[in-house]
């Protein structure tokens, strides 16, 4: 059979009965073989907890018959294990901005665009650069300025798209404050409400350098004290009055805690120490569960954003990199962007993830229209009732204003260490 | 094997190859996994880094960064700082209580139960035992609504959480046992003639606890110290946790180097604090020779 005759039938019906893939030439004739061989095969893959879930494994042992393996580990867990051990993985589940530091390294392959089926149906923001043609540009660790390199041995980023992708996007959000409305006593419409002494002791910001330094930076511009030419790649003297001002407000005591995982971010607001800080959407999805009211306040400066992607690891070849394919071609079909959406990020192909939700999850979570009955997790416990609005909107309303994206800086070093003073003083 | 057959009737030349083969085990282990590393260490202490790599070099920038910067030293007095407040607590409670274990439990029974209870907390991983405490002591935790109720306080005791306190608390409670158990080993050993004789000679009973069995469980202290000592140095997890990040560790600023991908800098911060740990080993053996008084 031709290599490509694989799009002559489903996937499923690909891997689990005729047994033939795209690229797999080399073994066309032992159909059988290779269909109890996918089914050995397992994928190893790590990243964040966010989308490193349970469900998906499950589902594509169920879809496409290999085991796939997940790991979870904390943003910069993720960026060390991609670069010192490459070997570990095959999948790279991994920031865009952590891709910047890592793709360079040589530890992962680009992707060849051909072999996904639905590049063309990714949202703009990847492949083109821009959500809508008149969008104004954001400033940061853009997607689409690491998204592509070269060639198949490229090791440094390409100007525009080209055929070789870095990463394929899984998940994306537009982050911004959470708040305690019951707890605040007053509206919230700006970064700077984050330093206001109203909230003295019940503040708090993330302690990872890269991202604490944006919410900072926010903050900054929000105030009217700084005005950044990029808050994504800062120079020395606007890290240091960055740094200075975070000083400043940590020894007046500002901040009750800095988190750094997920949980800590949790517990803090659910507990009251804090009322208002830096926050991820799940984490507020996470606090309202609890019955606890939780806000992700939309803010007059616009969001900080911040996209995720599967890579592929050097070492994968033959067998085990026609199933990497295959599965990225899953991932993209449907069914892990509605599960995606309904947690409350966005997916890369809206378009088939729009085909495995209904019209009213869609609506809620999409078009930022009030829930005609009560909007339910993927596990199926209610997070919304009947009747709530998304928090900002539509997501044309959050992706389209977004300030920045999470970055790595040039003065990265520089950086970290002046961040460590902060937590120092 | 001639060296095998050897051991038993070797000729008086083969007897050091010998002791030599019997320590091989435990050298080649030590050699594996603590010399090779620490030689790693150091080897990559002077290696040059950037956002995504170390690059194999011989320069003293990470250590010119390390000790040149006010936030090294900073951090350092503040790691000190908990070391020798955690030190003082945990070794006045320690020899408290193993005193108590020790001599004023006469039952060979109850000691050995009592003992026992000490170790219970132990069963349970030190991150939960440590993180146990933030829902007790928080704003709205139970220590501050039981005050609250019962009216002895009108607002809620800030301090308590995410505050020097609660690291310094956190620590006595992990590390405590490490005292009690070597002081109480110590102790168990004083020939209780001793205690009688310094009665007879009419020492009363704070003389006979300073003057006979605070010396004779030197070595105790000196054990349970080191282990203090080096655990709170090298400590990065309780600071964070429970100073809810706000407070830095020589530890912790290490961790956040690696998690920035800096190794070399990491390293050359690792370096310093092993010096700076066995220097402080090296003065608590100089001051008590535990080998003599064990």
Same mark, same amino acid.
């Given at each position: ?31 059988t ?13 790590? $990243?964040?907890?966010? *989308?490193?879930?349970?469900?998906v494994?499950? #589902?594509?042992k ?19 294990? &991609? ?10 589940? @991994?920031?865009y901005? &952590? ?14 665009? #051909? ?51 870095t990463?394929i996007?899984t998940?994306?959000? &537009?982050?911004t ?25 019940? =503040? ?5 350098p *890269? ?18 030419a ?44 804090? @009322?208002?800080?830096?926050?991820? *959407? ?39 990199l026609? =199933? ?8 993209? *079909? ?11 990020y ?9 085909e ?11 078009? $930022?229209?009030?829930?005609?009955n009560? @909007? ?11 009747? =709530? ?6 997501f ?6 977004? =300030? ?13 260490q002046?961040?460590?003073?902060? @937590? &120092?003083? | ?17 010998v002791? +030599?083969l019997q !320590? ?14 620490? +030689? ?7 290696f ?5 790599q ?5 320069e +003293?920038?990470n250590?010119?960064?390390v ?13 000190l ?63 501050n ?19 020097d ?12 046992? +490490?005292m ?16 009688? !004789? ?6 009363g ?59 070399p !800098? ?15 080993? !090296?003065?608590i ?10």
């Amino acid at each position: 059979m031709a290599p490509n005759s694989s799009t002559r039938f489903g996937r499923r019906s690909v891997l689990t009965a005729a047994g033939v893939a795209a690229g797999s030439g080399a073994i066309t004739g032992f159909p059988t073989i290779w269909a109890q061989n996918i089914k050995n095969v397992t994928l190893r893959q790590f $990243g964040t907890g966010v *989308s490193n879930l349970n469900a998906v494994a499950e #589902k594509v042992k169920q879809d496409l018959g290999f085991t796939l393996e997940m790991t979870a580990l904390d943003t910069d867990a993720v960026t060390q294990k &991609a670069v010192t051990q490459p070997k570990s993985y095959d999948i790279a589940d @991994i920031e865009y901005f &952590a891709i910047k530091k890592v793709f360079p390294t040589g530890v992962m392959q680009p992707m060849d665009a #051909k072999k996904i089926k639905l590049v063309d149906k990714i949202v703009p923001i990847f492949t083109k650069g821009k959500l809508t043609p008149d969008s104004k540009p954001a400033q940061g660790t853009t997607p689409y300025s690491v998204g592509f390199v070269d060639g198949p041995n490229g090791k440094t980023f390409a100007a525009g798209q080209t055929g070789w992708m870095t990463l394929i996007p899984t998940i994306y959000n &537009a982050d911004t404050l959470g708040i305690r409305p019951d707890l605040i006593g007053r509206p919230i419409n700006n970064w700077k409400d984050l330093v206001d002494p109203a909230f003295k002791g019940k =503040a708090s910001i993330m302690n990872i350098p *890269s991202i604490g330094i944006m919410d900072a930076a926010m903050v900054m511009e929000s105030l009217g004290t700084l005005k950044y030419a990029d808050k994504g790649n800062m120079t020395k003297p606007e890290i240091d009055k960055t740094i200075a001002f975070l000083i400043d407000t940590k020894k007046s005591g500002q901040f009750r805690a800095f988190w750094k995982s997920f949980d800590e971010s949790v517990n803090l607001m659910a507990s009251g120490e804090v @009322i208002i800080q830096s926050m991820w *959407s799940p984490a507020v999805a996470a606090v309202r569960s609890k019955g606890i009211a939780c806000k992700y306040q939309p803010l007059a400066e616009g969001y900080r954003a911040w996209a995720g992607g599967l890579g592929m690891a050097k070492h994968l070849s033959g067998l085990e990199l026609d =199933a990497a394919y295959e599965y990225i071609n899953w991932y993209l *079909s449907g069914w892990v962007g509605a599960y995606l959406n309904r947690q409350g990020y966005y997916s890369a192909v809206l378009e088939t993830a729009k085909e495995n939700m209904s019209p009213d999850e869609w609506g809620y979570w999409i078009e $930022g229209k009030p829930a005609q009955n009560d @909007i339910l997790s993927p596990e199926g416990k209610v997070m919304e009732k009947a009747g =709530a609005v998304r928090d900002g909107g539509s997501f044309y309303e959050r992706m389209g204003r977004v =300030a920045c994206w999470n970055s790595v800086m040039t003065e990265d070093r520089y950086m970290v260490q002046k961040w460590n003073e902060f @937590i &120092a003083a | 094997m001639v060296v095998d057959q050897g051991a038993v009737r070797a000729p008086r030349n083969l007897v050091p190859f010998v002791t +030599f083969l019997q !320590a091989a085990p435990l050298a080649a282990v030590l050699i594996v996994f603590l010399l090779l590393p620490m +030689f790693a260490l150091v080897v990559v202490s002077f290696f040059d880094y950037n956002s995504v790599q170390i690059i194999p070099a011989f320069e +003293f920038t990470n250590y010119t960064d390390v000790l040149g910067s006010a936030v090294t030293w900073r951090t350092y007095l503040n790691t000190l700082r908990f070391t020798v407040i955690v030190w003082v607590v945990t070794a006045v409670l320690g020899f408290t209580i193993a005193y108590v274990l020790a001599f004023e439990i006469r039952s060979r029974t109850a000691q050995l139960v009592l003992f026992l209870v000490c170790t219970v907390p132990f069963l349970t991983s030190n991150i939960i035992r440590m993180i146990s405490w933030i829902p007790f002591l928080g704003r709205e935790g139970l220590l501050n609504s039981t005050l609250l109720k019962l009216g002895l306080i009108h607002q809620p005791l800030e301090f308590l959480l995410f505050s020097d306190f609660a690291v310094v608390l956190a620590y006595t409670h992990l590390y405590v046992l +490490f005292m009690i158990t070597p002081i109480f080993n110590t102790m168990m050993r004083i020939d209780r003639r001793l205690l009688e !004789a310094a009665l007879d000679g009419g020492a009363g009973w704070w003389r006979t606890v300073v003057e006979v069995i605070l010396p004779l469980s030197k070595s105790g202290l000196a054990i349970g110290s080191i282990f203090v000592v080096t655990m709170v140095m090298g400590d990065f997890i309780t600071v964070r946790l429970m100073s809810g990040g706000q407070s830095a560790s020589v530890g912790l600023m290490i961790a956040n180097q690696i998690a920035s991908l800096q190794y070399p !800098a990491a390293c050359a911060n690792a370096v310093v604090l092993l010096a700076v740990v066995l220097t402080m080993i !090296a003065a608590i053996l100089r001051i008590v020779d535990i080998r003599k008084e064990l």
